[in-house]
């Protein structure tokens, strides 16, 4: 770079007077017959200094950050509440865990009883004392609005907030076959020595715990708490000389049943049908929870799952094992599977985008340069290989940009007419059974030769006389004077509903409580006694709570973009097909480029020695700037409980990605007000506020960005950007000097040192330019 400045002046004078009559010709001043030409000049030299005092300013900010950084919090194991494992003070009077290193699991009470809790609350046992009264007495319930609330809380008739019945592992319509039932259930929860029960299907709680789903939505089971180690399970209780501490669970105060929860539980009436419940509720659900000197939090989230051991992962995470005698019982092959799943789904839920990205990068160095080089070797070995395989993966590319116009169009489809609460799936899943069955009555109508029966309807669709007998997810429909859910909705005492055979319908009696929002029917599914209807021929039905895209301008255009994307999809088979000529040219062009590496083998030092530059310089990037992300401010979020989770979190951007108006934004929550934001996690012993409980709490996020970060990440762009583009001009330029060399000389000569001097004597201050352009584009999207 320094003899740079000494030959500027190169190429100048009569020599640019006369370059436009010696314009690439042999023997003139820019003769390419032996490679490029040789008049050229320094270029962007400005940009050499611009460079250097980069790098400066880096380590000057890198030095500043490493006084107050910690990057141990950006991989240390964090709980549920986001309090770091192994810390004497956590964020916020959090716990102390210092000796408490290991990031484990404990059963979450709230996700896995609440089946048990609402299969006892929605009892038909239960309703009878809360709804109708036992012997005489008057029910639990003595206000006519409580009885409503809780029977559309339970989805026990049909209502507003429900869609169909909802399914808790079976009903219960006596007193003491709910003590028998819940409290085998619940005692398979609470007695460790019953664990193998838990996870066999012959157990009272049947497949719940023994099927893959469980260990699927294991986020959803099981608390993230910082334990001593690995070895601390529902054995701990029994084996330890420590106290252990009861805890009798009860639903969180802003839960729809928490109150009829309590009245069951307070309940004073003493016939035995009403004594045989409230027992119930009152000893079978109380668990035995971890001590307080080894698991730092309150009862609630101390409560091993029995069964469940749990072994080293590394770096202080555990993992989900079995206990010998449940190994036994669900066999080898099932629970190492399950092991896994489980494992997988809170490994997913765990992760933590680039801050704990950072941390754990400084954790796992060995590996990450082991994974460098084996990447690197795999990568030579595919670029060799190429040659070979480049028309599998063209053609390959080909049909998969085929494929994209028919899932686009089908994904657009769906969208314009999914309902607000409905996921994609869901409404894909229904739109596709209601294809179905327009297409079978149609088929059905032209065969017998009869007319179609009007599937006319307003409103709710108390005026529905059609005949679609299958609910909207596909389950067949019972006759109404023979099916025994709903006894009192048969054709004699809703004469006027229409209520013959088995088709949908929404009968209810003038004044009445609940009603359906639209027509329904009453399933053969006994897991799902009753569910709504979409009449037959309707594709896509009104969303009477309202659409996930909510501008009917939007939701037409992706209807028929839709059809669109289809129609671009079926002209481009057809280009493809006046194409095939043309893609294989190129493909065979490809193939051609081989032999530059063929003739000049040693080129594949160049993308090694980027490499090694690369891994070295992120490497070193990173352990400066775990320093700076490290530094959270302590009022970075708010230190106080919350009422709702949208008041915490927020409401989530309810348009389509391309729309842009100011309806379509958002609400941040208190708890991510800004980026990176913090998360939300609720809490077990709410504040309260009157009549209002405050249940939910932020935690902090693993890292902050400031200008100090900024300027890093900005030199950090810009040295990688330098390094690619090095690499990029020197083989260019080796490609170059190869293609002007005569045929019996290629190979003979090496091109790499030829224009290593070319570059660097006089090209650098244009790859730097490049470089810092590239670098500020990239910068700009990142932010």
Known sequence: ??????????????????????????????????????????????????????????????????????????????????????????????????????????????????????????????????????????????????????????????????????????????????????????????????????????GANEDMFSTSDFW??????????????????????????????????????????????????????TDSFTTDIKNTVNDAFTFQALPLSICPY??????????????????????????????????????????????????????????????????????????????????????????????LCVWIAVACTVLMFFFGGAFLFVLSGQCQGSSILETGKQTAVAIVVTGATAADNLLSGEDAVSEDMTGNGADYRGVQHYSKNGRTCAAWDSQDVFPQYNSTNFNESGLTNAFCRNPYKAGAANKAKTIWCVTTDPDYPWEECIPIGIIQPECSSGYAVENKGTREIL???????????????????????????????????????????????????????????????????????????????PTGSFATYQEAYGTANTCAFWESSDECGGTPGACNGQWPTGSVWK??????????????????????????????FFVFLWNNAFNVAMGQILIAMCVGIWFFTKKEDKGKVSVVPQALRTIFRYHVGSVLFGSFIVALVQFIRYL
């Not at 790098?55 to 509440?81: C, H, M």
């Open 559 to 637: 209807y028929y973009a839709s059809f669109v994307v289809w129609g671009f999809g079926a002209l481009w088979i057809l280009v493809i097909l006046f194409l095939v000529k043309r893609i294989r040219l190129a493909i065979a062009l490809n193939k051609v480029a081989a032999q530059f590496l063929a003739y000049n083998p040693h080129i594949l030092l160049v993308p090694i020695v980027q490499a090694i530059v690369a891994i070295v310089w992120v490497s070193f990037w990173l352990f400066c700037a775990a320093f700076l992300l490290s530094q959270v401010p302590a009022d970075y979020t």
């Open 1 to 202: 770079m320094v003899s740079c400045a000494c030959c500027c002046s190169r190429g100048g004078g009569t020599d640019a007077v006369n370059e436009k009559d010696n314009t690439f010709q042999k023997g003139g001043v820019n003769d390419l017959s032996q490679g490029p030409t040789k008049n050229r000049r320094c270029t962007d030299v400005v940009f050499i200094p611009i460079f250097i005092a980069a790098q400066v300013v880096f380590i000057i900010v890198t030095i500043a950050g490493l006084e107050d950084g910690d990057p141990a919090k950006l991989y240390r194991p964090r709980d549920f509440s986001g309090a770091y494992c192994g810390l004497e003070e956590n964020w916020n009077n959090g716990p102390n865990t210092l000796n408490m290193p290991k990031l484990s699991y404990t059963m979450n009470l709230t996700s896995v009883v609440d089946v048990m809790m609402r299969q006892t609350v929605c009892s038909s046992a239960a309703r009878t004392v809360l709804v109708d009264g036992v012997g005489g007495s008057p029910p639990l319930l003595e206000d006519q609005a409580d009885r409503d609330k809780y029977l559309c809380d339970c989805c026990l008739t049909p209502c507003d907030r429900c869609d169909g019945s909802v399914f808790n592992g079976g009903d219960l319509a006596t007193s003491a076959g709910l003590a028998e039932t819940i409290s085998a259930r619940m005692a398979e929860l609470t007695d460790p020595s019953r664990a193998t029960e838990l996870f066999s299907p012959a």
């Open 683 to 712: 809490d077990n012993v709410c504040e309260q506020d009157g009549d209002v409980f405050k249940c939910w709490r932020c935690s902090q996020p693993r890292y902050a960005l400031d200008y100090r970060f900024a300027i890093s």
């Open 298 to 391: 309150h009862a609630s989230r101390c409560v091993p799952m029995p069964g469940i051991t749990f072994g080293e992962l590394g770096a202080d995470y555990c993992v989900f094992e079995f206990a010998d005698d449940i190994v036994d019982a669900v066999g080898g092959v099932a629970a190492a599977a399950f092991e896994s799943i489980g494992g997988s789904a809170v490994a997913t839920a765990t992760s933590e985008s680039f801050g704990k990205f950072a941390g754990d990068f400084m954790n796992v160095l060995d590996t990450f340069a082991l994974v460098s080089l084996l990447s690197f070797v795999v990568g030579l070995v595919f670029l060799v290989v190429l040659r070979f395989l480049v028309g």
């Open 216 to 269: 699927e939505e294991a986020t959803k089971y099981f608390n993230l708490v910082c334990l001593p180690d690995c070895s601390v399970n529902s054995q701990t209780i029994s084996s330890s000389s420590l106290t252990s501490r009861p805890y009798t669970y009860a639903p969180a105060p802003d839960d729809d049943l928490y109150n009829v929860w309590n009245v069951l539980k307070s309940a004073t009436s």
